[in-house]
Every structure is written in C-alpha cells, then in structure tokens.
C-alpha cells in the first residue's frame, strides 16, 4: 500500500435549496480498501456517492483524487472533459438498478465492450474475447455475449452491470446498493463474486448500502451517515459489534436474525 | 422566365443571408452540425426542404442545376425540385454531372468524378450520427464537443457479432477532418470513398431538424470501421443490364412475379453517357 489516500473528501456539502442532504463530510478513502457508508433511506449516501462521482455538483468542500494520468486533482473544480476522461479510464460506478447502466438494447457483448471501446479499443476481436473474458468472471454462459441483457434476470444483469464496469481495470468503483431488489440468495452469490473480484483486482470501493451484512462482508471500513452528516466512522466490526453512537446502535440492533 | 412573383430562388435576402453565414460556419468546422432557422418550403418537411434552401442559398443567376433523387434524374422530386428552381430563379438545369455547378441530391454522389468549384448539396432526413444509440440531445452534443465517440462503435460492433461483417449499407458514419463524427446522410456506404478529398464542396442541409453541416473540398473523411474489420463499400455482385458496368452503383428491380431480377446503373447520367458512347451489356 502507498502512503497517501486515493481520495480524500474534505467537508463537503450538497443542499437542494434550505434541505442539506450532505452536509459536511469529511474521509479518506486508501488504495485497496473497501470503504461501506450506511445509513437508512434518506440519510445522504446516495447523493454523497454522486457527488464523488460528479453526477451532482457539491455545494461546498473538497474532494480530491490522485489520477494516475493527470496526478492529484481536486473533483469539484475539475473541467468536463479531463472528469468524463477519469469517468471514462479510471473510475466505474455500479447503479444499484442496473437497467440504469446498461445498454438494455444492445447485446451483452456491446454493453461491456462499450467501455473499452469508449477508452479507444478498435480491435474487434480483442474486444470481443475481453468481453468473453469478462462474462465468465462474473459466471455469465459464454453463450450468451449476444443476447439482450432485458432478456437476463435481475442477478445476471447486475453482474454484466459489473463486468461492464470492471472490464476497463478501474482504480475506483462507487456502488450503490449493488444487492439492493436481489433475492437473498442471489444476493449471496453477487457479495461472494464481489468480494472476489475486490481482492483479485486490488480495487479501492467505495459501497453505499443500507443492508449491515453487506457492509460486514466487503468492507474494511464503515461510515455510518445520519440525516446528512457521518455519525460513526471506524472498522467494520469494530463500528457492528461495538457501536458508540446512539443511531449506530439503533441501526445495529434493528437487524433481523434469521 | 422573369416577372416571377417571387424573390430570386424563392428565399428573401436576409433568409438566404442567415443560411450563408451558417454555411460559412458550417465549411469552418467540417462535420460539425450548425443549427438554423429552417423556413417553411412549398414542399412537406421530409422531402428535401434542407437540400432546397441550401441550394436556394448558394445559386446564382449563371448556375447550372442538376437534381438526382436515388441517383435518378428523372424520378418524381428531382423532376419537381429541378422545375421548382427553373422557375424561381430561372437558372439552366441540366442532367450531365460534368456541367452542373450545382447538384441537389438525397441518395447519391453521382459516378462521374466531382471537378473543383461544383456543390454538392444533400438533402439530409437525419443530421444526427448518434441519434440511435443516445436519444438526448443535449447528450450528443456533449458527446460531439469531447469527441467522445466510443459508443458510435457499439452499432457497428453488433453488426459483426451478428453478421459477420459491418452490415451498415447506407448512411454510414464517417469521422471528418479527423475530428467530428458525421452522418453522410442516406447515400450508400459505396459512396462514402468519393467524399474522402473531394475536390468539391459538399454541403448538407436537413430542413425538419433544422441543422446543417458541410465537407470543405479536400478534407479528411474516413468511414469508421475496425482494425480487424476494415471498411468495405458494399454494392451489389452483377453488371448493368443497359450499360454493362461493373463498377457503379446498382438498383436491383424485379421484372416479373418469379422472382427474377434485374440490375440497373443507379446513376441514369452516368449509365445513358456510357450507352451512347456504344457501351451495351
């Protein structure tokens, strides 16, 4: 590991109108790392992930992002191009409906080789055996890389979602509520393939989710977010097994047991 | 003709002003969509009111028009377009590639090779290379100005999955100047190699979305395609059954309930020149 932060987040803010839906949030995210932000419906995860990723400008603070091609760069100040570029070659976000990342027209093939070709691939074959590649890790039939992921179920979907995003070798992935509208047995088998990828590539993630066991199995860190503002900040089982404060507790102690 | 009750070419000054200046912006970037304030023709939108108030624009009293409609010119509109001008601006007409200083066109570049100084104007239905595969407009856009071109594969990149081969035959996407990413209106792919260095100037008008663009005379224009899968003008694998020709563009027509087919020169000039030179199948 290197001695600096991928991404640091330094009190920042997005309000619509009088309404802050984050207000002040300050962290540090390091190469490698699994960072979870939970939280309950309307807490401000979503929108901080957003405005990480540039989908909504910040109202106020900082974020800034090493770049393995442009060096340190600050993401609220940064222009459109060099942002989409960085979107483009360096980052991936996972939606948590993947019908908001796919292509649902153009085949599984198209929708991860979209990526590469987006980065400037126009080798058809290579293309096409990247995206095989890639279908296989994420435990999708080979045989399917031309038919029409609205014919996929959910669970296939959002592992193309995945393999689309990965397929360009990102440092940083965003997900939000990538298990979120699976079924729990689906969802099983979409952390373990997560998990796994996470470590085989060295990903650095950031992962919004209101499901604690998510957190528990893909993060090192937890950020536990209230109302807009981050609460409790720590490692994973250290913020589940001994919460501080009192939304974390409640949080903590609202989870069924099966 | 004189005493028409109408301006020279139909349009006012200031319209035809207001057109120019978009062209000369449009020439400036090639392939780049510049948006104008498209005017009512006497004609529905849809059938060539872009192509005429480009042409309406740019014509002079001592132009010589010639109009193609699929490389006909004799077909329904190029015969309504050719006698609407005639009659507006009074200017010769002719159907000879070689003595037109303008030619209107919606399907073809025609066969004989363009010469400096002629224009080519297209009637475009269409200005939109991404339309397809990015329904926003405020999108593609974007997309044009960060030349952000990735997803213009994805069409093409289905094609060979499919096919086997880029299956696109007209309307094929080309980048122009190596900067802009333009739709060559509907002329077939087999045409898009005769845009590349054209000595003349070619200029595009669609009249329903309002846009025009234009490929200065000796610009870049290479169709897009893979490195493994290089571009391949299509046309079909027969001869003129009037001139013999092997080597242009071909309509293929159905000649009796079996089936039975025939193919003809798309280009009529062309395929009539070649047969009074003593060129017969």
Known sequence: MTDAPLLSVHDLSVRFGALAAVDGVSFDLWPGEVLAIVGESGSGKTTLLRAIHGFLRPTAGSIRYRSDRFGEVELTVLDEPRRRLLARTEWGFVHQNPRDGLRLSHSAGANVGERLMAAGARHWGNIRAQALVWLDRVEIDQARIDDLPRTFSGGMQQRLQIARVLVINPRLVLMDEPTGGLDVSVQARLLDLIRRLVAELGLSVIVVTHDLGVARLLAQRILVMQRGRVVEAGLTDQVLDDPQHPYSQLLVSSVLAA | ?281
Not at chain 2, 173 to 193: E, Q
């Open chain 2, 1 to 281: 003709m004189s005493a028409t009750p109408y301006n020279f070419a139909y349009l006012d000054e200031q319209t035809k002003r207001e057109i120019r200046r978009a062209l000369l912006k449009a020439l400036a970037i090639p392939g780049h969509q510049v948006p104008f304030a498209s005017r009512e023709m006497p004609l529905a939108r849809g059938w060539g009111t872009g192509g005429m108030q480009v042409t309406a624009a740019v014509i002079g009293r001592d132009d010589v028009l010639k109009v193609i409609d699929q490389g006909a010119d004799d077909t329904t509109n190029a015969v309504s377009i050719r006698q609407f001008f005639t009659r507006v601006a009074g200017v010769r007409t002719t159907t000879r590639t070689e003595e037109a200083t303008i030619i209107q066109t919606r399907h073809r570049i025609p066969e004989t090779p363009l010469r400096p100084g002629q224009i080519m104007v297209y009637q475009v239905p269409q200005p939109e290379p991404l339309w397809r595969l990015e329904p926003s407009r405020a999108e593609t856009r974007r997309l044009h100005a960060l030349a952000e071109y990735g997803i213009m594969h994805v069409k093409l990149y289905e094609d060979i999955a499919r096919h086997g081969r880029i299956t696109l035959a007209y309307d094929y996407p080309v980048l122009v100047h190596g900067r802009y990413v333009m739709a060559p209106s509907p002329i077939p792919a087999f045409d898009n190699p005769k845009l590349h260095r054209s000595p003349a100037i070619h200029l595009f008008g669609a009249g329903r979305e309002k846009r025009l663009y234009a490929v200065p005379p000796h610009t870049d224009v290479v169709s897009l395609a893979f490195e493994d899968h290089p571009f391949r003008p299509w046309k079909a694998d027969a001869a003129c059954m009037l001139c013999g020709a092997t080597d242009s563009y071909l309509d293929e027509i159905l000649i009796d309930d079996r089936g039975t087919r025939r193919f003809i020169c798309s280009d009529t000039d062309w395929c009539e020149r070649r047969r009074a030179k003593g060129k017969a199948a």
